[in-house]
């Protein structure tokens, strides 16, 4: 299990639960599929850590990127998760909450792809231009067309930088056009 993520109480016991993500094999060779797990998104109780919902990430791939939960101002709850290791393909999906409770990720939007490095690094949500709406920034791990990408908001448009990146995002202060800076780390 990965970084567990606090999110909204979701049983209705007033105590917020968690939502982590598991599945790999540290010790699997490089570059070999045998003996991979697949990644599991899960909503835990916290309190108890009865598994209040879980699914198989769509691909099937392992999964070591922490989830991002992230609530609209619409009131949507979002949940940002990444498939792939550092020598295998992988996924960046966006699902909602709600499918997850359902245990059903069949449905999460691909938001990137990329062959031969999956997406481990975390993931930041800000309102970077300013909307009102979170927008997903992801540094693309030593990857094949190293990028930091941009997702805006709810309308999941992806604005790519060409840049190399060994680690996760930052959001700094208010500057310049795009409302905030973006640092890698």
């Not at 791939?61 to 619409?74: R, S």
């Not at 975390?122 to 909307?131: F, K, M, Q, R, S």
């Not at 959001?171 to 973006?182: A, K, T």
């Amino acid at each position: 299990m990965q970084n567990p993520v606090m999110i909204p109480d979701k049983n209705g016991d007033g105590i917020k639960d968690l939502l982590v993500v598991c599945g790999g094999n540290a010790k699997a060779e490089p570059f070999k599929k045998e003996g991979r797990v697949p990644g599991v998104l899960m909503v835990l109780n916290a309190k108890t850590g009865d598994a209040l919902a879980a699914d198989t990430v769509p691909d099937g791939g392992e999964a070591y990127m922490p989830p991002l939960y992230a609530q609209q101002k619409d009131g949507t709850e979002q949940i940002v998760f990444g498939t792939g290791g550092e020598t295998l393909d992988g996924h960046l999906y966006l699902t909602d909450t709600e499918h997850l409770l359902r245990n059903d990720l069949s449905t999460a939007h691909i938001l990137a792809a990329d062959s031969g490095h999956g997406f481990i690094a975390p993931t930041v949500a800000a309102d970077i231009n300013g909307d009102g709406y979170l927008d997903i920034v992801y540094g693309q791990y030593y990857s094949a067309t190293p990028d930091l990408i941009l997702f805006l908001g709810m309308r999941v448009k992806r604005i790519s930088y060409q840049h190399q990146t060994a680690g996760k995002s930052a959001v700094g202060g208010v500057y310049g056009e795009w409302g905030r800076s973006i640092f890698e780390q």
